[in-house]
């Protein structure tokens, strides 16, 4: 039984523990169970009270996800919805109080089920959460979730809880009334429940009151209308209209306000089914929990070997990605050496994380105890025979081939000889760097992305002569720096920044076909990546930009291979004549005034003959942004680059933001439809060249039905 009832002294303990799962969902066995114990519960004579708990370390961890990705039938959606209400609403009115003893995580469904208790009492426990984060995976909170805790909270107040789906922890849960009282222990917690119900056996819900009204009034008072008018415009400017569920958790949430109950309940359930059918929430599932989930459970880890803990690590550069690497891998609990050339420039660096740290502090999210645990773990140095006993050394220092080569060399000098040494160059083929390694079977590429302590991606880059070993002790590291990792083979320009190389290309054609740059930017943005390709050129920087591309030049020539022509490269060059590299001088695309916001340069209208006749639909920008970067990654695929459909969408949001509400540059193909995708590149290729011509690879998916 997914439910264990246990009575007392007349209270009766709903255990939740799921038979075969590691943590309870609301799946049917859920169901079935939870409606037998209801039946029970009614038929009891000298109940006092309910106490809803688990067996397990996590309270309840949600909705059953396996069967909401599967279902497409709305009416499957709305039934099953309004019956797992139904119960909650049970409860509820049961008549005797019902405590939810939170002794562990209840997230979503499960904070929905505490919330359908009379009061709620959360162990002290660091690591539980509380929250309602469906719509991070495109839902709404549809078991009562949106319905009850605007009710608590009042709607201002539940706004961020609902559409951003922000989890708390037990302090924050019980200072801003997600939980109302806190226990030490398991012991605690059940004297506390118990308590509780012998002194309000009348407890009622407060909605459940006559005279019950909203914390903060509903949508009728003056000062809510004012903001229920202006909260779809703000919610807008950040989704651009891309994510269906955060709009409908505020239509839940308003037109529920001004109903009773039950008729706010059948609201929400509503729009959840409007969610849950929708393209978007199934991408959102797809990649940021079943794909995510493969990936962090090793997917791409090799098979057979054993887990490669790492213990000591050296951090060669103590820079701007150098002092990141350091940050993360202290936090994680490991050793570090960072080494700069000379001591001084190793304290800099140090000091950056010592800032890093302080923030954590200042906030309140870290003691000062802890932070300076781990800045004591941090030994700056300026000199290479420190990194004696290092089983890991990451090196970060300028993306230069020979420096790479010499500080290799002298790394390997210090390091255990079993140790495996990682290069973090963003540009430079790994199994060339790996030439000058004494051991280049324990050469592997780390490729971070800035700023470090923020970005959850790592690229893994497999040289040719990487041993399975390597490849599983870097996986395993970037694990427990409690990173994302994905596998790719070695390659110019690795995954990530080939494809988003593509992105930027894409924006810059489109300038010099004389498209206006405020359309461009704006296409960009609904497209739904983070930042407007000129934008990000000007942040990445077009000298960079030129560099690498000429830097390609040279080394496809040396192999008799020739760089292909890009409109965006007369655009480099002619901002390059103009003096204007990008945001790091103060002049590239946008004009950076000192104290004030950038704003394009007025005169890239005129110096790439902007023609409002030329004006192609904002759509069309869109798809040519959205198309190139799924067709480079298949490309990338044909050429075994990755093999893992998982790694190309979670590296292509987590590295450089593709899109989240595709699910990923593969995903977005398969939410196309693969035959639409092959017919709508063949009318982009027309239009404007080959470079939008479908993979013969593709076009044989598409035909065989198949998807990725
Ligand atoms: P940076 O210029 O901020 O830092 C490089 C550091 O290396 C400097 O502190 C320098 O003093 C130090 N260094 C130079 N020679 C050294 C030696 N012999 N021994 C020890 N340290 C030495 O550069 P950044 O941005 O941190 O980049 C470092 C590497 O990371 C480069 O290969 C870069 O391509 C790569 N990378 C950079 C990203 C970025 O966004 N900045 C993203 C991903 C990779």
């Given at each position: 039984?997914?439910?264990?009832?246990?009575?007392?002294?007349?209270?009766?303990t709903?255990?939740?523990?799921?038979?075969?799962?590691?943590?309870?969902?609301?799946?049917?066995a859920?169901?079935a169970?939870?409606?037998?114990?209801?039946?029970?519960?009614?038929a009891?004579?000298?109940?006092?009270?309910?106490?809803?708990?688990?067996?397990?370390?996590?309270?309840?961890?949600?909705?059953?996800?396996?069967?909401?990705?599967?279902?497409?039938?709305?009416?499957?959606?709305?039934?099953?919805?309004?019956?797992?209400?139904?119960?909650?609403?049970?409860?509820?009115?049961?008549g005797?109080?019902?405590?939810?003893?939170?002794?562990?995580?209840?997230?979503?469904g499960g904070?929905?089920?505490?919330?359908?208790?009379?009061?709620?009492?959360?162990?002290?426990?660091?690591?539980l959460?509380?929250?309602?984060?469906?719509?991070?995976?495109?839902?709404?909170p549809?078991?009562?979730g949106?319905t009850?805790?605007?009710r608590m909270?009042?709607?201002q107040?539940?706004?961020?809880?609902?559409?951003?789906?922000?989890r708390?922890?037990?302090?924050?849960?019980?200072?801003?009334?997600?939980?109302d009282?806190?226990?030490?222990?398991?012991?605690?917690?059940?004297?506390?429940?118990?308590?509780?119900?012998?002194?309000?056996?009348?407890?009622?819900?407060?909605?459940?009151?006559?005279?019950?009204r909203?914390?903060?009034?509903?949508?009728?008072?003056?000062?809510?209308?004012?903001?229920?008018?202006?909260?779809?415009?703000?919610?807008?400017?950040?989704?651009?209209?891309?994510?269906?569920?955060?709009?409908?958790?505020?239509n839940?949430?308003i037109?529920?306000?001004?109903v009773?109950f039950?008729?706010?309940?059948?609201?929400?359930t509503?729009?959840?089914?409007?969610?849950?059918t929708?393209?978007?929430a199934?991408?959102?599932?797809?990649?940021?929990?079943f794909q995510l989930?493969?990936v962090?459970?090793?997917?791409?880890?090799?098979?057979?070997?054993?887990?490669q803990p790492?213990e000591k690590?050296?951090?060669?550069?103590?820079?701007?990605m150098?002092?990141?690497?350091?940050?993360?891998?202290?936090?994680?609990g490991?050793?570090?050496?960072l080494k700069?050339v000379s001591?001084?420039?190793?304290?800099?660096?140090?000091?950056?994380v010592?800032?890093?740290?302080?923030?954590?502090?200042?906030?309140?999210?870290?003691t000062?105890?802890?932070m300076?645990?781990?800045?004591?773990?941090?030994?700056?140095s300026?000199?290479a025979s420190?990194?004696?006993?290092?089983d890991l050394?990451?090196?970060?220092?300028?993306?230069?081939?020979?420096?790479?080569?010499k500080?290799?060399?002298?790394?390997?000098?210090?390091?255990?000889?079993?140790g495996?040494?990682?290069s973090?160059?963003?540009?430079?083929?790994?199994?060339?760097?790996?030439?000058?390694?004494?051991?280049?079977?324990?050469f592997?590429?780390?490729?971070?992305?800035s700023?470090?302590?923020?970005?959850?991606?790592?690229?893994?880059?497999?040289?040719?002569?990487?041993?399975?070993?390597?490849?599983a002790?870097?996986?395993?590291y970037?694990?427990?720096?409690?990173?994302?990792?994905?596998?790719?083979?070695?390659?110019r320009?690795?995954y990530?920044?080939?494809?988003?190389?593509?992105?930027?290309?894409e924006g810059?054609?489109?300038?010099?076909?004389g498209?206006h740059?405020?359309?461009?930017e704006?296409?960009?943005?609904k497209?739904g990546?983070?930042?407007?390709?000129l934008?990000v050129?000007?942040?990445?920087?077009?000298g960079?930009?030129?560099?690498?591309?000429?830097?390609?030049r040279?080394?496809?020539?040396?192999?008799?291979?020739?760089?292909?022509?890009?409109?965006?490269?007369?655009?480099v060059?002619?901002?390059?004549?103009?003096?204007?590299?990008?945001?790091?001088?103060?002049?590239?695309f946008?004009e950076?005034?000192?104290n004030?916001k950038?704003f394009?340069?007025p005169?890239?209208?005129?110096?790439?003959?902007?023609?409002?006749?030329?004006a192609i639909?904002?759509?069309?920008?869109?798809?040519?942004?959205?198309?190139i970067q799924?067709?480079?990654?298949i490309?990338?695929?044909?050429?075994?680059?990755?093999?893992?459909?998982e790694?190309?969408?979670?590296?292509?949001?987590?590295?450089?933001?593709f899109?989240?509400f595709?699910?990923?540059?593969l995903?977005?193909?398969?939410?196309?439809?693969?035959?639409n995708?092959?017919?709508?590149?063949?009318?982009?290729?027309?239009?404007y060249?080959?470079?939008?011509?479908?993979?013969?690879?593709?076009?044989?998916?598409?035909?065989?039905?198949?998807?990725?």
């Amino acid at each position: 039984m997914a439910i264990r009832y246990e009575k007392e002294d007349g209270i009766v303990t709903l255990v939740l523990d799921h038979p075969t799962k590691s943590v309870n969902i609301l799946d049917s066995a859920f169901g079935a169970a939870f409606q037998e114990s209801l039946e029970k519960l009614q038929a009891e004579e000298d109940l006092k009270g309910v106490i809803v708990t688990s067996a397990k370390s996590t309270f309840l961890a949600g909705a059953d996800l396996d069967s909401m990705f599967k279902e497409t039938d709305p009416q499957w959606f709305f039934d099953s919805t309004q019956a797992l209400k139904a119960g909650f609403r049970a409860l509820e009115t049961l008549g005797k109080p019902v405590v939810a003893a939170i002794n562990g995580t209840a997230l979503g469904g499960g904070y929905e089920l505490a919330l359908s208790c009379h009061h709620r009492i959360a162990l002290q426990n660091p690591k539980l959460q509380v929250g309602l984060p469906e719509v991070t995976l495109g839902l709404l909170p549809g078991g009562g979730g949106v319905t009850r805790l605007v009710r608590m909270l009042g709607l201002q107040e539940a706004f961020p809880y609902l559409t951003e789906g922000k989890r708390v922890k037990v302090d924050k849960a019980l200072k801003v009334g997600l939980v109302d009282d806190v226990a030490a222990n398991a012991d605690e917690l059940m004297t506390k429940a118990k308590a509780w119900i012998e002194a309000n056996p009348n407890a009622k819900q407060p909605w459940d009151n006559k005279k019950f009204r909203i914390p903060g009034g509903d949508p009728r008072r003056p000062s809510v209308a004012q903001m229920v008018a202006i909260a779809p415009a703000m919610l807008k400017k950040k989704t651009f209209g891309n994510y269906p569920a955060p709009q409908a958790i505020l239509n839940a949430a308003i037109e529920g306000a001004l109903v009773d109950f039950d008729t706010a309940s059948r609201i929400e359930t509503r729009y959840f089914v409007s969610v849950a059918t929708s393209q978007v929430a199934k991408n959102m599932i797809n990649t940021f929990w079943f794909q995510l989930n493969k990936v962090n459970a090793g997917g791409s880890r090799p098979d057979g070997v054993e887990p490669q803990p790492t213990e000591k690590v050296g951090v060669l550069g103590a820079g701007m990605m150098g002092h990141g690497i350091a940050y993360v891998t202290a936090f994680a609990g490991m050793d570090v050496v960072l080494k700069d050339v000379s001591l001084e420039r190793a304290e800099e660096g140090k000091a950056k994380v010592a800032k890093l740290l302080k923030k954590r502090v200042s906030r309140g999210r870290m003691t000062s105890e802890k932070m300076e645990e781990i800045l004591g773990r941090i030994k700056p140095s300026g000199d290479a025979s420190d990194l004696e006993g290092c089983d890991l050394v990451v090196e970060a220092v300028f993306e230069d081939r020979n420096l790479k080569a010499k500080v290799t060399q002298e790394a390997e000098g210090a390091m255990l000889s079993t140790g495996v040494f990682a290069s973090n160059t963003s540009t430079l083929p790994i199994t060339g760097l790996a030439e000058a390694s004494e051991r280049p079977e324990k050469f592997v590429g780390l490729h971070f992305f800035s700023p470090v302590e923020k970005m959850k991606l790592v690229e893994i880059i497999v040289g040719e002569q990487t041993s399975k070993e390597t490849l599983a002790k870097a996986f395993d590291y970037v694990l427990k720096i409690k990173k994302v990792p994905i596998v790719v083979n070695d390659n110019r320009g690795f995954y990530t920044s080939r494809v988003f190389g593509t992105y930027v290309n894409e924006g810059l054609a489109l300038l010099a076909e004389g498209q206006h740059p405020r359309a461009i930017e704006s296409a960009g943005l609904k497209a739904g990546m983070p930042v407007g390709p000129l934008a990000v050129s000007d942040e990445v920087n077009l000298g960079l930009i030129h560099h690498i591309r000429e830097q390609t030049r040279k080394d496809m020539e040396a192999e008799g291979q020739t760089l292909p022509e890009h409109p965006a490269n007369a655009v480099v060059d002619k901002m390059l004549e103009a003096g204007r590299k990008g945001k790091a001088q103060g002049a590239g695309f946008y004009e950076y005034p000192e104290n004030d916001k950038k704003f394009l340069w007025p005169e890239l209208q005129s110096m790439f003959g902007y023609d409002a006749d030329k004006a192609i639909p904002q759509q069309e920008m869109i798809d040519r942004i959205l198309f190139i970067q799924s067709l480079e990654t298949i490309r990338c695929r044909d050429e075994g680059v990755f093999d893992s459909v998982e790694d190309a969408n979670i590296g292509s949001i987590f590295g450089w933001g593709f899109a989240p509400f595709t699910g990923g540059t593969l995903q977005f193909i398969n939410a196309y439809g693969l035959k639409n995708f092959v017919n709508r590149c063949n009318e982009l290729a027309e239009k404007y060249g080959d470079r939008f011509q479908a993979p013969a690879s593709l076009v044989e998916r598409a035909e065989k039905g198949e998807t990725f």
